[in-house]
């Protein structure tokens, strides 16, 4: 019913005093609202997360510009890479080493692995270190009896008999000196070994020699007559000395190298010397027309 409605609504407005309110002025309408979310317990901050790392392969930035007058350092330079070879790179040598052999071209620069062969008293090892020290290059010497004797202690020593432990050593060595002589040769150093080889005798023998060192190998024979080498014999001393039957016996299986092909040096008549210098030239004709083995 209207008059019902009527009073409701007054009773309501009027709050029981029983009096009219006066009237109220119209409401201004107010635009539209998003409405706004609750507001829940807010979550304690968080702390900014540190920058992530930057990889390897991201640019670096530029350095800062370095101060007038600041001392400059140049950065150092990569490590080399290893050669599988054992190859080292060696600086080249700023004045010879020796003076310059004096007898015509000789063999130069070339980078040679000599084999002298002579029996004992022969004087290949005196010729061939002077031989060595007297290249325009870089040349090693090895001697295979100085390698022997790094065995000190329970060194078989081939004067008190050949068995199998002197036969071990030797072989030993001879394998040591091919090692250090194909070390030599991967960086450029000639080197020149010597040793008692015997032509009949496969153990001490030229096979050995060729597959530890390499084809390339040049074998020369030292080879005086017997009464010089019985008289350098006597000015031995040690196990190096040999009786006179061992020194004939050996220097009689040598000759068996004349007609073998290898170049042979009849060093009875000269010194040390011109003997390096004979050698010199033997081994230019020897890499001109390397000799069939």
Known sequence: MPGHRGATHQGAGSQGTGHPQAPQPPAVPQPPQAPQPSRGPQPPAVPPSPPAPQSATAPRPPAAPRPPGAPHYPAAPPPPRADPTGAVPLPPPV?????????GAGTGAATLAVLLIGPAGAGKTTVARHWAQRRRVPTAHISLDD?????????????????????????????????????????????IVDDAVFPDRPVVGLGGWKRHVGPGLLPVVL??????????????????RLSDEEVAAIHGRMAGWYGSGLPIIDNSTYDVETTARVLDDVLARAIASPPSW
């Not at 080879?223 to 040690?238: I, M, W």
């Open 95 to 103: 004045a010879p080493l020796a003076p310059p052999v004096e007898h």
């Open 147 to 191: 390698v022997r004797e790094w065995v000190c202690s329970g060194f078989a020593d081939p004067q008190s008999g050949w068995n199998e432990h002197s036969e071990a050593q030797y072989r030993l060595a001879r394998r040591t000196c091919g090692f250090a002589a194909r070390n030599f040769l991967a960086n450029g150093i000639s080197c």
């Open 223 to 240: 080879l005086p007559g017997l009464e010089v080498v019985l008289e350098r014999n006597a000015k031995r001393s040690g196990n190096r």
